[in-house]
C-alpha cells in the first residue's frame, strides 16, 4: 500500500493506493473518533475537526481538517495497527 500524505489549506489530505481496501480506512477513522487507537496523542485528536473518506478500493483519499501538521499525521500513520498489524 501507498500512502501519499499532502498538506492542504483545511488540513491534511492521505491518499492510499494499492493493496488498501476502503472498509479498513473506514474502520482506522472509527477507531480514531471513538479513542480506540493509540496512534497519536490526544493533543493531536482535538486538533481534528472532521475526517472524511472517499474513494474506492485501491484508491481511497482520507481527508481531515483542523489545525494539524502533515508530520504528525505521518507519525500517527506509521504507529496504526490498522494499516501497519
Known sequence: ?????????????????GEVKKQNIVKMVENCATGR??????AT??????????????AVELELTGDIAKEEI?????RSKVLNG
Open 45 to 58: 485528536k482535538r486538533k481534528i475537526e472532521t475526517m472524511q473518506v472517499r474513494g474506492d478500493d485501491g
Open 1 to 17: 500500500m501507498k500512502k501519499e500524505v499532502t498538506a492542504t489549506a483545511s488540513g491534511v489530505r492521505i491518499a492510499f493506493s
Open 74 to 78: 505521518e507519525a500517527a500513520l506509521q
Open 37 to 42: 487507537c493509540e496512534c497519536m496523542s490526544d
